[in-house]
Protein backbone atom coordinates (compact mmCIF):
# COMPACT_ATOMS: atom_id res chain seq x y z
CA UNK A 1 0.00 0.00 0.00
CA UNK A 2 1.58 3.44 -1.06
CA UNK A 3 0.96 6.55 0.69
CA UNK A 4 -0.50 9.16 -1.16
CA UNK A 5 -1.83 11.79 1.37
CA UNK A 6 -0.26 12.73 5.13
CA UNK A 7 -0.87 14.74 7.78
CA UNK A 8 1.43 16.72 9.56
CA UNK A 9 0.80 17.48 13.18
CA UNK A 10 2.84 20.61 14.28
CA UNK A 11 3.92 23.39 11.25
CA UNK A 12 7.19 24.60 13.52
CA UNK A 13 10.61 23.69 12.15
CA UNK A 14 10.23 20.02 11.82
CA UNK A 15 6.74 20.11 10.67
CA UNK A 16 7.99 22.45 8.00
CA UNK A 17 10.74 20.10 6.74
CA UNK A 18 8.81 17.58 6.08
CA UNK A 19 6.05 18.62 4.97
CA UNK A 20 8.28 20.66 1.85
CA UNK A 21 9.85 17.34 1.59
CA UNK A 22 6.97 15.16 0.87
CA UNK A 23 4.49 17.47 -1.05
CA UNK A 24 7.87 17.99 -3.13
CA UNK A 25 7.79 14.02 -4.04
CA UNK A 26 4.12 14.22 -4.65
CA UNK A 27 2.63 13.44 -1.49
CA UNK A 28 -0.51 15.65 -0.74
CA UNK A 29 0.05 16.81 3.29
CA UNK A 30 -2.92 18.06 5.37
CA UNK A 31 -0.76 20.05 7.84
CA UNK A 32 -2.21 20.89 11.20
CA UNK A 33 -1.58 23.65 14.00
CA UNK A 34 -2.99 25.11 17.00
CA UNK A 35 -1.68 28.18 15.63
CA UNK A 36 -2.90 29.81 12.77
CA UNK A 37 0.35 32.52 13.06
CA UNK A 38 2.65 29.55 12.82
CA UNK A 39 0.68 28.20 10.25
CA UNK A 40 1.29 31.40 8.08
CA UNK A 41 4.85 31.45 9.09
CA UNK A 42 5.14 27.91 7.73
CA UNK A 43 3.60 28.81 4.61
CA UNK A 44 5.99 31.53 3.94
CA UNK A 45 8.98 28.78 4.60
CA UNK A 46 7.26 26.84 1.76
CA UNK A 47 7.25 29.12 -0.47
CA UNK A 48 10.57 30.88 0.05
CA UNK A 49 12.17 26.97 0.03
CA UNK A 50 10.26 26.33 -3.38
CA UNK A 51 11.19 30.07 -5.12
CA UNK A 52 14.83 29.19 -4.01
CA UNK A 53 14.66 25.62 -5.83
CA UNK A 54 13.33 27.76 -8.82
CA UNK A 55 16.20 30.08 -8.34
CA UNK A 56 19.01 28.19 -8.43
CA UNK A 57 17.80 25.51 -11.58
CA UNK A 58 16.54 22.73 -9.47
CA UNK A 59 12.66 22.72 -9.94
CA UNK A 60 10.54 24.23 -13.20
CA UNK A 61 7.86 26.79 -11.60
CA UNK A 62 5.28 24.83 -12.43
CA UNK A 63 6.72 22.05 -10.34
CA UNK A 64 7.37 23.98 -7.70
CA UNK A 65 3.52 25.57 -7.56
CA UNK A 66 2.47 22.22 -8.12
CA UNK A 67 4.26 21.03 -4.91
CA UNK A 68 2.88 24.22 -2.59
CA UNK A 69 -0.42 23.29 -3.85
CA UNK A 70 -0.41 19.86 -2.57
CA UNK A 71 0.13 21.02 0.93
CA UNK A 72 -3.17 22.35 2.87
CA UNK A 73 -2.76 24.35 6.50
CA UNK A 74 -5.57 24.12 9.04
CA UNK A 75 -6.58 24.02 12.64
CA UNK A 76 -9.08 21.71 12.46
CA UNK A 77 -7.40 17.74 13.46
CA UNK A 78 -10.18 16.64 11.37
CA UNK A 79 -8.01 17.32 7.80
CA UNK A 80 -5.72 14.16 8.85
CA UNK A 81 -9.06 12.03 8.73
CA UNK A 82 -7.97 10.84 5.23
CA UNK A 83 -4.42 10.47 5.42
CA UNK A 84 -2.37 7.29 5.16
CA UNK A 85 0.59 8.27 7.65
CA UNK A 86 -0.15 10.90 10.83
CA UNK A 87 3.24 12.50 11.52
CA UNK A 88 3.32 14.49 14.72
CA UNK A 89 5.94 17.13 14.91
CA UNK A 90 4.56 19.13 17.95
CA UNK A 91 6.60 20.41 20.91
CA UNK A 92 8.80 17.82 22.81
CA UNK A 93 6.49 17.50 25.62
CA UNK A 94 5.08 13.50 27.02
CA UNK A 95 1.74 15.22 27.98
CA UNK A 96 1.07 17.35 25.19
CA UNK A 97 1.83 14.51 22.77
CA UNK A 98 -0.48 12.16 24.55
CA UNK A 99 -3.36 14.79 24.65
CA UNK A 100 -2.88 15.39 20.98
CA UNK A 101 -3.40 11.50 20.51
CA UNK A 102 -6.02 11.27 22.53
CA UNK A 103 -7.65 13.64 20.52
CA UNK A 104 -6.53 12.10 17.22
CA UNK A 105 -7.83 8.56 17.85
CA UNK A 106 -11.28 9.21 16.97
CA UNK A 107 -10.46 10.91 13.77
CA UNK A 108 -8.32 8.27 12.24
CA UNK A 109 -9.13 4.71 11.07
CA UNK A 110 -7.28 1.80 13.58
CA UNK A 111 -5.35 1.03 10.70
CA UNK A 112 -3.70 4.32 9.67
CA UNK A 113 -0.12 4.55 10.72
CA UNK A 114 0.64 7.13 13.42
CA UNK A 115 4.47 8.07 13.64
CA UNK A 116 6.29 10.92 16.57
CA UNK A 117 9.10 12.73 15.30
CA UNK A 118 10.30 12.80 18.61
CA UNK A 119 14.20 13.05 19.54
CA UNK A 120 13.90 12.19 22.85
CA UNK A 121 10.91 10.23 24.45
CA UNK A 122 10.72 6.66 24.43
CA UNK A 123 8.07 5.61 21.66
CA UNK A 124 7.19 2.76 24.27
CA UNK A 125 5.77 6.12 26.64
CA UNK A 126 4.16 7.55 23.67
CA UNK A 127 2.61 4.78 21.98
CA UNK A 128 0.38 3.90 25.28
CA UNK A 129 -1.80 7.14 23.85
CA UNK A 130 -2.53 5.04 20.92
CA UNK A 131 -5.37 2.15 20.29
CA UNK A 132 -3.77 -0.30 18.44
CA UNK A 133 0.27 0.72 19.17
CA UNK A 134 1.52 -1.63 16.36
CA UNK A 135 0.70 0.91 14.13
CA UNK A 136 2.95 3.45 15.69
CA UNK A 137 6.53 3.88 15.27
CA UNK A 138 9.23 7.15 15.56
CA UNK A 139 10.27 9.44 11.90
CA UNK A 140 13.15 10.87 13.56
CA UNK A 141 13.71 13.23 10.81
CA UNK A 142 16.89 15.39 11.55
CA UNK A 143 17.15 19.25 10.87
CA UNK A 144 16.83 21.05 8.09
CA UNK A 145 13.84 18.31 7.52
CA UNK A 146 13.26 19.49 3.81
CA UNK A 147 16.71 18.76 2.83
CA UNK A 148 18.45 16.13 4.89
CA UNK A 149 18.03 12.69 3.34
CA UNK A 150 18.06 10.58 6.75
CA UNK A 151 15.21 9.73 8.84
CA UNK A 152 15.61 6.91 11.78
CA UNK A 153 12.69 5.26 11.44
CA UNK A 154 12.07 3.60 15.52
CA UNK A 155 10.73 0.59 16.27
CA UNK A 156 8.38 0.53 19.59
CA UNK A 157 7.71 -2.25 21.50
CA UNK A 158 5.19 -3.22 19.96
CA UNK A 159 5.78 -1.70 16.39
CA UNK A 160 4.41 -3.82 13.57
CA UNK A 161 6.88 -4.98 10.89
CA UNK A 162 4.36 -4.23 8.21
CA UNK A 163 4.25 -0.86 9.40
CA UNK A 164 8.57 -0.61 9.77
CA UNK A 165 8.40 -1.74 6.02
CA UNK A 166 5.43 0.86 5.02
CA UNK A 167 7.77 3.79 6.32
CA UNK A 168 10.22 3.04 5.09
CA UNK A 169 8.75 2.39 1.36
CA UNK A 170 7.39 6.07 2.02
CA UNK A 171 10.43 7.82 3.05
CA UNK A 172 12.10 6.45 -0.21
CA UNK A 173 9.20 7.39 -2.38
CA UNK A 174 10.02 10.75 -1.08
CA UNK A 175 13.57 10.51 -1.40
CA UNK A 176 14.54 10.21 1.95
CA UNK A 177 17.01 7.17 3.47
CA UNK A 178 15.38 4.86 6.00
CA UNK A 179 17.67 3.41 9.02
CA UNK A 180 15.63 1.35 10.97
CA UNK A 181 16.67 1.39 14.99
CA UNK A 182 15.73 0.35 18.18
CA UNK A 183 13.63 2.95 20.79
CA UNK A 184 17.09 3.56 23.35
CA UNK A 185 18.37 6.88 23.94
CA UNK A 186 19.47 8.65 21.15
CA UNK A 187 18.73 6.42 18.62
CA UNK A 188 21.22 5.23 15.97
CA UNK A 189 23.11 8.62 15.05
CA UNK A 190 22.62 11.40 18.29
CA UNK A 191 24.14 8.39 20.42
CA UNK A 192 27.66 8.72 18.70
CA UNK A 193 27.60 12.28 17.17
CA UNK A 194 26.50 14.12 20.88
CA UNK A 195 29.07 12.10 22.59
CA UNK A 196 31.37 13.48 19.20
CA UNK A 197 30.26 17.23 20.21
CA UNK A 198 30.88 16.66 24.24
CA UNK A 199 34.52 15.15 23.72
CA UNK A 200 35.31 18.31 21.68
CA UNK A 201 33.84 20.36 24.50
CA UNK A 202 36.31 18.42 27.03
CA UNK A 203 38.97 18.60 24.88
CA UNK A 204 38.86 22.26 24.79
CA UNK A 205 38.09 22.64 28.72
CA UNK A 206 41.69 20.59 29.27
CA UNK A 207 43.08 23.21 27.36
CA UNK A 208 43.85 20.92 24.00
CA UNK A 209 42.89 23.49 21.74
CA UNK A 210 40.30 26.50 20.84
CA UNK A 211 36.81 25.96 18.84
CA UNK A 212 38.14 26.93 15.42
CA UNK A 213 41.43 24.66 16.32
CA UNK A 214 39.36 21.46 17.16
CA UNK A 215 36.71 22.07 14.33
CA UNK A 216 40.27 21.54 11.86
CA UNK A 217 41.10 18.65 13.69
CA UNK A 218 37.78 16.85 13.79
CA UNK A 219 38.37 16.71 10.00
CA UNK A 220 41.57 14.16 10.59
CA UNK A 221 39.48 12.40 12.75
CA UNK A 222 36.28 11.34 11.24
CA UNK A 223 36.45 13.53 8.03
CA UNK A 224 33.95 15.98 9.40
CA UNK A 225 32.38 18.26 6.85
CA UNK A 226 31.76 20.68 9.40
CA UNK A 227 33.66 20.69 12.94
CA UNK A 228 31.52 19.51 16.13
CA UNK A 229 31.37 23.65 17.63
CA UNK A 230 30.64 24.72 14.40
CA UNK A 231 27.70 22.27 14.05
CA UNK A 232 26.79 23.13 17.52
CA UNK A 233 26.27 26.74 16.91
CA UNK A 234 23.82 26.07 14.24
CA UNK A 235 22.10 23.90 16.02
CA UNK A 236 22.26 25.86 19.28
CA UNK A 237 24.27 24.63 22.09
CA UNK A 238 21.09 24.58 24.51
CA UNK A 239 19.83 21.99 22.03
CA UNK A 240 23.02 19.71 22.07
CA UNK A 241 23.03 20.27 25.89
CA UNK A 242 19.58 18.67 26.11
CA UNK A 243 20.34 15.99 24.08
CA UNK A 244 23.22 14.65 26.36
CA UNK A 245 20.81 14.68 28.84
CA UNK A 246 18.75 12.28 26.99
CA UNK A 247 21.59 9.78 26.31
CA UNK A 248 23.13 10.14 30.36
CA UNK A 249 20.88 7.75 31.84
CA UNK A 250 23.60 5.74 29.33
CA UNK A 251 26.27 6.40 31.91
CA UNK A 252 28.53 8.77 32.88
CA UNK A 253 30.52 8.93 29.50
CA UNK A 254 27.20 10.46 27.79
CA UNK A 255 26.89 13.64 30.92
CA UNK A 256 26.87 16.87 28.99
CA UNK A 257 30.75 18.68 29.87
CA UNK A 258 30.36 21.45 32.13
CA UNK A 259 31.70 24.06 29.95
CA UNK A 260 28.59 22.45 27.32
CA UNK A 261 26.10 23.05 30.25
CA UNK A 262 27.00 26.84 31.08
CA UNK A 263 26.91 27.80 27.52
CA UNK A 264 23.66 26.00 27.00
CA UNK A 265 21.95 27.56 29.96
CA UNK A 266 22.78 30.65 29.24
CA UNK A 267 21.31 30.07 25.67
CA UNK A 268 24.92 31.26 24.66
CA UNK A 269 26.83 30.25 20.97
CA UNK A 270 30.53 29.18 21.09
CA UNK A 271 33.51 31.71 20.45
CA UNK A 272 35.58 29.84 17.94
CA UNK A 273 39.03 31.86 18.33
CA UNK A 274 42.34 31.63 16.73
CA UNK A 275 43.21 28.41 14.75
CA UNK A 276 46.48 27.99 16.37
CA UNK A 277 48.83 24.75 15.19
CA UNK A 278 50.11 22.89 17.73
CA UNK A 279 50.91 19.14 16.67
CA UNK A 280 51.11 17.11 19.68
CA UNK A 281 48.10 18.34 21.05
CA UNK A 282 46.23 17.96 17.62
CA UNK A 283 47.39 14.20 17.52
CA UNK A 284 45.95 13.54 21.39
CA UNK A 285 42.31 15.88 19.84
CA UNK A 286 42.30 12.92 17.24
CA UNK A 287 42.54 10.14 19.52
CA UNK A 288 39.86 11.29 21.62
CA UNK A 289 37.64 12.55 19.33
CA UNK A 290 38.05 9.16 17.66
CA UNK A 291 37.31 7.15 20.77
CA UNK A 292 34.64 9.28 22.04
CA UNK A 293 32.96 8.14 18.62
CA UNK A 294 33.90 5.10 18.69
CA UNK A 295 32.75 3.67 22.23
CA UNK A 296 29.17 4.46 21.77
CA UNK A 297 29.17 2.76 18.19
CA UNK A 298 30.42 -0.11 19.49
CA UNK A 299 28.08 0.12 22.75
CA UNK A 300 24.76 0.90 20.16
CA UNK A 301 26.38 -2.40 17.98
CA UNK A 302 26.35 -4.62 20.78
CA UNK A 303 22.27 -3.49 22.02
CA UNK A 304 21.71 -4.24 18.30
CA UNK A 305 20.21 -0.41 18.24
CA UNK A 306 21.21 -0.46 14.55
CA UNK A 307 23.24 -2.44 12.10
CA UNK A 308 27.18 -1.06 11.25
CA UNK A 309 26.23 -0.65 7.48
CA UNK A 310 23.04 1.94 8.62
CA UNK A 311 25.30 3.49 11.16
CA UNK A 312 28.15 4.52 8.25
CA UNK A 313 25.09 5.28 6.07
CA UNK A 314 24.09 8.06 8.66
CA UNK A 315 27.07 9.43 9.39
CA UNK A 316 27.86 9.73 5.69
CA UNK A 317 24.15 11.32 4.95
CA UNK A 318 23.40 13.05 8.25
CA UNK A 319 26.30 14.00 9.85
CA UNK A 320 28.55 14.51 6.61
CA UNK A 321 31.77 12.74 8.11
CA UNK A 322 33.70 11.61 5.55
CA UNK A 323 35.20 8.79 6.91
CA UNK A 324 31.96 7.21 8.86
CA UNK A 325 32.94 5.27 12.17
CA UNK A 326 32.64 1.66 11.52
CA UNK A 327 34.59 1.97 7.97
CA UNK A 328 37.35 3.78 9.90
CA UNK A 329 37.51 1.13 13.15
CA UNK A 330 37.68 -1.48 10.58
CA UNK A 331 40.17 0.36 8.37
CA UNK A 332 42.37 1.09 11.46
CA UNK A 333 42.11 -2.72 13.35
CA UNK A 334 41.46 -3.83 16.73
CA UNK A 335 44.68 -2.81 18.38
CA UNK A 336 44.11 0.49 17.48
CA UNK A 337 40.41 0.60 18.38
CA UNK A 338 41.20 -0.85 21.70
CA UNK A 339 43.70 1.84 22.63
CA UNK A 340 41.53 4.31 21.44
CA UNK A 341 38.07 3.21 23.19
CA UNK A 342 40.09 1.46 26.43
CA UNK A 343 41.12 5.05 28.44
CA UNK A 344 37.88 6.45 27.28
CA UNK A 345 35.94 3.41 28.54
CA UNK A 346 37.65 3.14 31.22
CA UNK A 347 37.84 6.98 32.77
CA UNK A 348 33.83 6.60 32.99
CA UNK A 349 33.35 3.07 34.46
CA UNK A 350 32.37 1.58 31.21
CA UNK A 351 32.56 -1.61 30.13
CA UNK A 352 34.16 -2.55 26.93
CA UNK A 353 32.04 -3.13 24.23
CA UNK A 354 31.87 -6.69 23.24
CA UNK A 355 31.64 -5.64 19.06
CA UNK A 356 35.56 -4.60 19.48
CA UNK A 357 36.26 -8.20 18.86
CA UNK A 358 34.50 -7.77 15.74
CA UNK A 359 36.48 -4.62 14.57
CA UNK A 360 37.86 -5.69 10.94
CA UNK A 361 34.32 -7.17 9.64
CA UNK A 362 32.21 -4.36 11.33
CA UNK A 363 31.25 -3.51 7.87
CA UNK A 364 31.46 -6.58 5.50
CA UNK A 365 30.35 -8.81 8.65
N1 LIG B 1 14.25 21.13 15.83
C1 LIG B 1 15.01 20.07 15.58
O1 LIG B 1 16.18 20.17 15.19
C2 LIG B 1 14.42 18.68 15.76
C3 LIG B 1 15.06 17.61 15.12
C4 LIG B 1 14.48 16.34 15.20
C5 LIG B 1 13.32 16.15 15.94
N2 LIG B 1 12.73 17.22 16.59
C6 LIG B 1 11.47 16.96 17.31
O2 LIG B 1 10.39 17.35 16.47
C7 LIG B 1 9.29 17.83 17.28
C8 LIG B 1 8.95 19.26 16.85
O3 LIG B 1 10.08 20.07 17.02
P1 LIG B 1 10.21 21.50 16.32
O4 LIG B 1 11.61 21.92 16.50
O5 LIG B 1 9.62 21.47 14.95
O6 LIG B 1 9.25 22.36 17.27
P2 LIG B 1 8.66 23.82 17.04
O7 LIG B 1 8.60 24.47 18.36
O8 LIG B 1 9.38 24.52 15.93
O9 LIG B 1 7.17 23.52 16.51
C9 LIG B 1 6.19 22.85 17.26
C10 LIG B 1 4.82 23.24 16.70
O10 LIG B 1 3.82 22.43 17.33
C11 LIG B 1 2.66 23.24 17.44
N3 LIG B 1 1.76 22.62 18.41
C12 LIG B 1 1.86 22.61 19.75
N4 LIG B 1 0.83 21.92 20.29
C13 LIG B 1 0.08 21.47 19.27
C14 LIG B 1 -1.11 20.69 19.16
N5 LIG B 1 -1.71 20.21 20.22
N6 LIG B 1 -1.61 20.43 17.93
C15 LIG B 1 -1.00 20.91 16.82
N7 LIG B 1 0.13 21.67 16.86
C16 LIG B 1 0.66 21.93 18.07
C17 LIG B 1 3.19 24.60 17.85
O11 LIG B 1 2.26 25.63 17.61
C18 LIG B 1 4.43 24.70 16.95
O12 LIG B 1 4.14 25.32 15.72
C19 LIG B 1 9.75 17.71 18.73
O13 LIG B 1 9.30 16.48 19.24
C20 LIG B 1 11.28 17.71 18.60
O14 LIG B 1 11.91 17.05 19.67
C21 LIG B 1 13.25 18.48 16.50
Redesign the pocket.
Known amino acids: MSISKIAV?????????ISIASAANGVNVAM????DE??E??RGAAESFFKRQVDKGRLEAADADAALGRITRG?D?GAAGDAGLVI?????LLE??H??YA?LMPIVDKDVIVA??????KIADLAKAIDEPSRFLGL????P?EINPIVEVVRGEQTAQAVMDACSAFLEATKKTPIPCKDQNGFAINRFFCPFTNEAVRAMEDGLGTPAQIDRVSRLAVGAAAGPFRVMNL?KPR?NMNALRNLEPLGPFYAPADALVALGEAEGLWEMGEDQSDESAEAVIVDRLRGATFLPVLELLDEEVATAADVDTGASLALKFGTPPCALMDQLGKDEVARLVGPMAERYGAPLPQSLARVGTLVSG
Open positions: IGSGTMGTGVDVSQLRSTLEAVFELKEMKSNTSALHYFSAVI
